[in-house]
């Protein structure tokens, strides 16, 4: 270790490869276990502990598009072990070899991650090691109020400017939006990068009062927060933007309605404070409360996490980084505030739009302004490429906040009749449809298991599915049972263009 001079004091230098050599010395355990549980596949872990570790091991598993029933979690010195109930979106145990390999591999270290082959998940997505972020890309991230229209000019003017969104994804939660994507095109230089960003801050501003917070930045994904994962981003850029923070009235009406519940106890024997969270079960739930408590920088020492039915509970028993509960009530309020607010974030209420279609310019700009123009807001999207195809999940209502009306909707099919051919046809959903919110690099519209090519390849197809679900808009994996309707249509384009769209209706 040497010491470097740095503001007129020594500050110790640490040797960048000393994690990777640490793995190397004691490199984790990983075992896929198919025997013991009749139902579920036990993952497990045993390896050195190191701050964020948990949040690693969950990302793995949720990019794969895998279901954790149950999940326990102990750690004891500088070891740490880890066992996850799993299944797939349609309940079923893990058989497929190169999947237990992609986890084998990408749990055991870092080094060995980036070896990994990509693999396709239950739900056709294909999954790859997470790589470096290329220069030639450019990244936007946007926080500000949520207005109707934004995300809509705001592509329109990356379209004037010769860009492509390649990837990106969008939450809104109180009043409050973010929004990260990556750009495709020739900015390589300052001078236009930067003329960018300028219209791009003249839109936001537009939509801003003058005393009405919001920030906009545009660089090079290589030099921007790259390595963290797209998700973990955006609860950073929300809780950076402080949207756990509501109106008194605002606030009184969503508890009404949260399905989140927040506690946290001390247990001064062990020195820990006690964090129970119970909730709607729904995708990713577990990898949302991880993320945050890592992120606000307190260590899970022991966690125990179980479904029930439609309910998930999750107890986590942990520490400052220096080793200390969370000794004010102040601090276990904001924590339990952070922690709603990250159950929330990632749920949109209102109806849901997938769309897969072959790829070109301008096509993000071309959607929003459909929705525009019918007069709706988007709460929520994630939109990237697959291969040829541009796919993507978006979430609308009425710009007033409500639900989109039926004469809207037939509208918007009317306006869709009358560009190209069309007939009905209705069948019922499926038995089972997966639960998970797809990432927005490798976002699919297929069905149990369907390439998603595949489901777009036949031409247009317009699913209205009604279902029922809580008032908060939380789904769990049983929510399929709930479909009341399913309409189809099914469109020849001479064109040759395929795009598959389905409309979830959520209460």
């Known amino acids: 270790m040497e010491r470097c001079w740095a503001g007129g004091g020594y500050c110790p230098y640490f040797d960048p490869d000393y994690d990777s050599l640490t793995e190397r010395i004691n490199p984790p355990s990983v075992s896929v ?89 239950c739900l056709g997505r294909v999954v790859a090691p997470p790589v470096t972020a290329s220069s030639e890309h450019t990244a936007l991230e946007l926080t500000g109020s949520d207005r109707p229209g934004i995300l809509s000019e705001l592509s329109a003017v990356i379209v004037k400017h010769g860009c492509q969104v390649v990837s990106g994804q969008a939450w809104t ?5 973010a929004c990260i994507l990556y750009l495709d095109g020739q900015l390589s230089g300052g001078a236009r990068l930067r003329e960018l960003e300028d219209q791009l801050e003249h839109v936001v501003a537009a939509h801003h009062g003058p005393r009405e917070r919001w920030r906009l930045r545009l660089r090079p994904a290589a030099h921007a927060a790259s ?30 309605k949260m399905a989140a519940k927040v506690s946290i106890e001390s247990c001064r024997e062990k020195g820990y404070s006690v ?78 739009l997938k769309v897969c279609t ?36 978006f979430c609308v209502r009425d710009a007033s906040g409500g639900k989109v009306e039926t004469r809207t909707m037939d509208s918007m099919r009317k306006e869709i009749g009358e560009r190209w051919p069309w007939r009905w046809t209705t069948r019922h959903p499926g038995r089972r449809r997966g639960r998970a919110a797809a990432r927005p690099r490798q976002a699919g519209g297929a069905t149990k298991g369907e390439d998603p090519l595949s489901a777009a390849s036949s031409g247009l ?47």
């Open 33 to 121: 276990d198919n025997e013991t549980c009749v139902d579920t596949t036990l993952v497990k872990v045993d390896g050195t502990n190191k701050h964020g570790i948990l949040l690693e091991m969950v990302q793995v598993l949720t990019d794969l598009d895998l279901v954790i029933s149950k999940s326990y979690v102990s750690s004891d010195g500088g070891w740490v072990m880890d066992v996850f109930h799993v299944t797939d979106q349609f309940g079923r145990k893990l058989s497929d070899r190169s999947l237990i390999s992609y986890i084998q591999q990408s749990l055991t270290s870092t080094r060995l991650r980036g070896g990994a082959e990509p693999v396709k998940t």
């Open 173 to 177: 939660h109180n009043s409050r939006a």
């Open 227 to 256: 390595s963290v994962h797209t998700e973990r981003r955006l609860h950073q850029l929300m809780h950076e933007d402080r949207d756990f923070e509501e109106e008194e009235e605002e606030a009184e009406a969503t508890r009404k």
């Open 275 to 352: 964090v129970g969270i119970r909730s709607r079960d729904r995708p990713k739930l577990l990898f949302d409360t991880v993320c945050t408590l890592t992120d606000l920088d307190y260590v899970v020492f022991h966690a125990t996490v179980s479904s029930h039915g439609p309910l998930a509970v999750q107890e986590y028993f942990i520490r400052r980084m220096d080793g200390r509960p969370l000794d004010s009530e102040a601090e276990q309020r904001r924590v339990a505030r952070c922690l709603v607010a990250a159950v929330e974030r990632r749920v949109s209420q209102g109806l849901r």
């Open 358 to 393: 072959p790829d070109r310019l301008g096509l993000l700009s071309e959607v929003t302004r459909v929705f525009r123009e019918h007069g709706l807001t988007m709460k929520g999207a994630e939109i990237g490429t697959l291969g040829e195809s541009a796919v993507g999940t």
């Open 461 to 507: 197809n317009l699913d209205v599915s009604p279902t029922t679900s809580d008032p908060s808009g939380l789904e769990n994996r049983n929510w399929h049972a709930q479909s009341l309707l399913s309409l189809s249509l099914s469109l020849s384009l001479s064109l040759s263009l395929s795009l598959s769209l389905s409309l979830t209706n959520i209460r």
